[in-house]
């Protein structure tokens, strides 16, 4: 995978709250194109793998709770600069401290359920695309 790519997911509270439609319209609008995309739910040994970076943390049983109590949107996005414009994208790990146009500041509610993920580097973003996509489900 070439590194103009970064991996997201809808999280399961803006799942929920119905946000799917305006989360991927304000991404889309953003630049970015949608080159793979499923709609999945993990279990909690996905979770903990996923996030395992986080073990040691104190809200990791929190954040593995959360990630697998509904279903959750993943994709791979493309666009020049991806990783760290997607991060710009979807601002502060807070929604509270999110600039204003945000994709948190729009529907996040808490730092922990947060609406949206953003991988943090192209390294990062390959392994977390793999995680989730067959390599024919990437486009
Ligand atoms: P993500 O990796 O989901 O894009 P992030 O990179 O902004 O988020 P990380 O530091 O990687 O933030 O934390 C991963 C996730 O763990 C956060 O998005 C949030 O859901 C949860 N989290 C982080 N800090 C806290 C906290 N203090 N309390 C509860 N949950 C937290
Ligand atoms: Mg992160």
Redesign the pocket.
């Known amino acids: 995978m070439s590194t103009n790519r970064t991996f997201t997911m809808i999280?399961p509270d803006a799942v929920e709250k119905g946000h799917i439609g305006a989360i991927l319209d304000k991404i889309t609008a953003s630049g970015f194109k949608i080159v793979a995309m499923k709609m999945t739910q993990m279990s909690l040994r996905d979770a903990s793998e996923f996030?395992a970076v986080?073990k040691e943390?104190p809200?990791f049983g929190?954040?593995v709770s959360?990630m697998t109590r509904g279903p959750i949107v993943a994709a791979v996005l493309e666009k020049e600069n991806a990783v760290e414009d997607f991060r710009t994208l979807?601002g502060?790990?807070n929604p509270a401290q999110a600039a204003e146009g945000t994709l948190r500041k729009l529907f996040a509610t808490s730092?922990?359920?947060?609406a949206?993920?953003?991988s943090?580097s192209d390294e990062n973003a390959e392994i977390e695309s793999q995680f989730h996509f067959a390599g024919r489900e990437i486009f």
């Open positions: 999280k996030y986080h943390r809200f929190e954040l959360f979807i502060s790990t730092v922990g359920e947060n949206v993920h953003g943090d």
